[in-house]
């Protein structure tokens, strides 16, 4: 599929598999992967920068003897994620509306 | 983790030797992190390197993205340079666009700082300005001290919102370059989240050093409006009639005087022939000048000089002033000798040049004689007897009629 994330979309779908539960990196990559087709090349910056924005932080646990670093969404992030869900609503309306059109 | 997943690893970390460790620690750990969940999972290593893709494109991003956060966090020429230097190679167009919107980021960023020194600058006018005055008109101190107030504002503000702009170009810059890299399966487009939200914050530091320069601005005006300054600057520039003058008067008999002897700031000098018997000598002095006429034997000296109420007034003497120091000499006299100089104010002869020889040192083109124009910054002409006219001008017309 080639679909063109744009403007934050992969930072958004990020907060919201978070939303649901604590992730590790090869976790949370599995999860997105399910939905989109992307390289790691392009997640671990993400996670980056929502760390740095404060949407995010990270915490390890131990498992199978290394420590395994976890990924946690912040109430920051949170209210940042109901903020662009509610635009990503506003635009599939939008859109419902203009398929509606071509049929 | 298996011979040929610690080698990729370890290429990575090669790659990123200068960097800062944590920034290295950071993202090596979190690909081997993944590579050690993958394993667990059971994915085969070939399987593993092609989801993470080649090494050195890793690289690149991790680079390029540590460059524009280094870019987002503190925007500067220095951090610019240094990261657009370090992006990874780029496509052409990229980078020719890149490279045009940075340059235009510099530009702003000198123009920024010529405005601060504009500050030094003002500060600078305005000490000089007030070892110029004479501690007796201290509104004249206050109100320079407000000049340097406003300047400081002014130059301020324009330096600050200069800056600020370059900053915003250089951020801009580096996600434009962002979405050169072409490592990504997915193009990240420009982050809109982090921009809105570092603007945001910027805007609120943002309207507090512009209150503080309107402040100092409004502060710095309502100094120098007590003391008259701008008016008079004003007056003086465009040669218009102070408000108030002092007319001084003084007349001499007409055979005890040999000589004249006038210098002038920048008032203007005529001297023309009168149908009485006294040398008569007409000073209107405004509030910013003095006159002071002294007879030594048979020598009158006048002198026209800055009363300590305005700085700079030798720069501004060059200005023409319409105030007059008027000098009128009857039929016959003893006179022999007249001279006659001034910074900026006009002189004018009248009905004297048959009997004078007149010199005349002043601009070119600003020399009239009997309504020609002199092509020329010297004018001689003999007169019928051993009587002398000397006139020099800095900056004021000679008129001879």
Do not use: C
């Not at chain 1, 420590?67 to 994620?81: A, P, W």
């Not at chain 2, 109420?309 to 060059?318: D, E, G, H, T, V």
């Not at chain 2, 023409?320 to 000098?327: A, D, F, H, L, R």
């Amino acid at each position: 599929m080639d679909i063109q994330l744009k403007k934050g979309l992969l930072e958004t779908l990020v907060l919201a598999k978070l939303q649901k539960e604590d992730m590790y990196g090869y976790k949370l990559s599995e999860e997105i992967n399910s939905i989109v087709d992307i390289a790691e090349t392009a997640l671990y910056p993400v996670l980056r920068r929502l760390k740095i924005q404060g949407f995010l932080k990270t915490y390890s646990e131990e498992h199978n003897g290394r420590l395994r670093k976890y990924y946690r969404i912040t109430d920051k992030g949170r209210s940042h994620l109901e903020d662009r869900v509610q635009e990503l609503i506003e635009l599939n309306r939008i859109i419902e509306k203009i398929i509606e059109g071509e049929k | 983790m298996t011979e040929r997943l610690k080698g990729f690893i370890q290429s990575i970390k090669d790659s990123l030797k200068e960097w800062p460790e944590n920034d290295i620690n950071e993202a090596i750990s979190f690909y081997e992190e993944f590579i050690e969940d993958a394993l667990e999972e059971g994915l085969s290593e070939d399987e593993i390197i092609s989801r993470l893709g080649m090494p050195d494109s890793i690289v690149k991003t991790i680079k390029a993205e540590s460059r524009i956060e280094n870019v987002e966090k503190r925007p500067g020429p220095l951090n610019l340079l240094k990261s657009f230097i370090a992006m990874p190679a780029l496509k052409t167009s990229i980078f020719i666009g890149g490279i045009v919107s940075f340059l235009i980021a510099f530009m702003l960023y000198a123009l920024a700082f010529v405005s601060y020194m504009g500050i030094a600058g003002g500060i600078l006018i305005a000490i000089t300005g007030i070892k110029q005055i004479s501690p007796d008109y201290s509104l004249g101190i206050i109100g320079m001290v407000g000049l340097a107030f406003s300047s400081t504002a002014i130059f301020g503000i324009t330096g600050y919102l200069i800056w600020k702009i370059a900053n915003i170009l250089s951020v801009r810059t580096m996600h434009f370059l962002r979405r050169g890299i072409k490592t990504q399966k997915i193009s990240l487009k420009k982050d809109t989240t982090a921009s809105v939200k570092s603007t945001s914050l910027k805007s609120k530091s943002r309207k507090k050093v512009i209150t503080i320069f309107l402040i100092l601005f409004i502060t710095g005006f309502i100094l120098i409006i007590p003391s008259g300054l701008a008016q008079r600057y004003f007056s003086i520039w465009n040669s218009m009639r102070p408000v108030s003058v002092t007319v001084k008067k003084s007349s001499f008999s007409a055979n005890e005087i040999k000589a004249i002897d006038i210098t002038t700031m920048n008032s203007m000098v005529v001297i023309e022939r009168n149908i009485g018997n006294d040398i008569q000598i007409t000073y209107e002095e405004p509030d910013w000048l003095s006159g002071n006429l002294e007879k030594r034997g048979e020598i009158i000296t006048f002198k026209e000089t800055p009363n300590g109420r305005l700085p700079f007034m030798n720069f501004i003497s060059r200005h023409e002033g319409i105030t007059t120091v008027k000098v009128s000499l009857p039929e016959n006299t003893s006179v022999t000798k007249i001279e006659i100089k001034s910074n900026g104010g006009n002189i004018t002869v009248k009905g004297l040049e048959t009997e004078y020889s007149i010199s005349v040192k002043a601009g070119n083109r600003k020399i009239r004689y009997k309504d020609m124009l002199v092509e020329k910054d010297r004018f001689e002409r003999k007169g019928n007897s051993n009587r002398v006219i000397d006139i020099e001008t800095g900056n004021g017309f000679v008129i001879i009629e």
